[in-house]
């Protein structure tokens, strides 16, 4: 009699050890997955403030071209924008494409400052052009600031996704890591 009640607190001891063991283990899978899904809110809103920040330097970058060259004078690549660009519902779905299209602007952006210090003489409303080219230096200071939180985010996000707990959640639903912006 004795022995069967040894034994079964032997076997309460066990289960309850187990379903502590259990207990943590699902606590981690949902920490996990909330910091996954609290990442993944922050590269989308991220990734947003990226796409406002572009557009708003091509916004300005197109003002400058129309009160700084004048059309005879334009090149094929501002030609190339001017025609292209089209401001309204403004977005880039591709992550790639983010650094190409600022690297884009920021040539042309060196193409409108060069082409200001060149007619320097003539009549144009400089204010009007040293307030935007301000807006510009705050723009790229804000841009450089989301680019560096973005890859963080991304950091984080593929920190969680491979925690060694949770790996085998992370192939059931095929999540993949996600890239840095370079």
């Known amino acids: 009699m004795f022995l069967i009640c040894l034994l079964d607190q032997v076997w309460i001891n066990v289960i309850a050890a187990v379903s502590v063991v259990v207990f943590v283990y699902l606590v981690v899978i949902i920490l996990s997955f909330f910091f996954m899904g609290s990442f993944h809110k922050k590269l989308k809103n991220s990734k947003e403030t990226i796409d406002v920040l572009i557009y708003q330097k091509a916004q300005i970058i ?5 009160l700084i060259i004048d059309r005879s004078k ?14 309204q519902g403004f977005t880039i779905v591709d992550k790639e494409k983010i650094t ?8 042309l952006y060196k193409i409108v400052v060069l ?3 060149d ?5 144009k409303d400089e204010r009007t052009i040293k307030i935007l080219l301000m807006g510009l230096g705050e723009i790229d ?6 680019f ?10 593929n920190y969680w996704n491979n925690f060694f ?10 999540i993949k890591n996600r890239e840095t912006l370079k």
């Open 62 to 66: 197109n003002k400058l071209i129309d």
């Open 119 to 123: 007619n320097v003489n003539e009549e």
């Open 100 to 107: 190409s299209y600022w690297s884009f602007l920021n040539e």
């Open 74 to 87: 334009r090149d094929e690549k501002i030609e190339n924008f001017k025609n292209n660009l089209d401001l």
């Open 148 to 157: 560096q939180l973005y890859n963080t985010y991304i950091e984080g996000f």
């Open 165 to 174: 707990s949770t790996r085998w959640i992370k192939r059931l639903f095929r």
């Open 115 to 117: 082409s200001f210090s």
């Open 141 to 146: 200071s804000k841009y450089n600031e989301q």
